[in-house]
T-cell receptor, first 114, second 117 residues
């Protein structure tokens, strides 16, 4: 069965520091991978998606993620954190084929200290 | 509409009552999904609809939960005889289609927060 594991339910960084949010997946077929962000009291917003076109994917707000098949990982990074990045981040996998729903990780809450 | 609309945004009910949550997807999106978000549990898939195909109900936690989608557009999630453990945020999403070879992007609504007393 497909699954997503996000290491660390809470991550805290200082403003200007590197952001690294970890995501590992398991899938029996080449997956489609996503990162979503949820700001307080809002729905989920797509940050970026991996569709096999390129292993390094750039998203909105300066975020990017790299697909590493050998490590079954899709970690999210941003070189310099901003206070406005404080939110909860969810990694998700769509296994491919006919199955349409996404399987989400439990989320990582990012705090940014001034 | 421009986005996915959900109502009510907040619902407080008593244990044992039935509740209905509504989702209005983006116009033209053929796929519609329901997820449940509980504190510390991430997003739990409940059900999805794709066009006129039979819905994938594999995530519904019990027979107290049901959903329908009328006319390929608006969907209603119904929870019968609510229990306290049903308290959560229920999120609806839609996409152009489900499955296939593309990475179909889900667009989410703001959610309906359900509190069962």
């Amino acid at each position: 069965a497909q699954s997503v594991t996000q290491l660390g339910s809470h991550v805290s960084v200082s403003e200007g520091a590197l952001v690294l949010l970890r995501c590992n997946y398991s899938s029996s077929v080449p997956p489609y991978l996503f990162w979503y962000v949820q700001y307080p009291n809002q729905g989920l917003q797509l940050l970026l998606k991996y569709t096999s076109a390129a292993t390094l994917v750039k998203g909105i707000n300066g975020f990017e993620a790299e697909f590493k098949k050998s490590e079954t990982s899709f970690h999210l990074t941003k070189p310099s954190a901003h206070m406005s990045d404080a939110a909860e981040y969810f990694c998700a996998v769509r296994p491919g084929g006919s199955q349409g729903n996404l399987i989400f990780g439990k989320g990582t809450k990012l705090s940014v200290k001034p | 509409g421009a986005g996915v609309s959900q109502s009510p945004s907040n619902k407080v009910t008593e244990k044992g009552k039935d509740v209905e949550l509504r989702c209005d997807p983006i116009s033209g999106h053929t796929a519609l999904y329901w997820y449940r978000q509980s504190l510390g549990q991430g997003l739990e898939f409940l059900i999805y609809f794709q066009g006129n195909s039979a819905p994938d109900k594999s995530g519904l936690p019990s027979d107290r939960f049901s959903a329908e989608r009328t006319g390929g557009s608006v969907s209603t999630l119904t929870i019968q005889r609510t229990q306290q453990e049903d308290s959560a945020v229920y999120l609806c999403a839609s996409s152009l289609r489900a499955g296939g070879s593309g990475a179909n992007v889900l667009t989410f609504g703001a959610g309906s927060r359900l509190t069962v007393l």
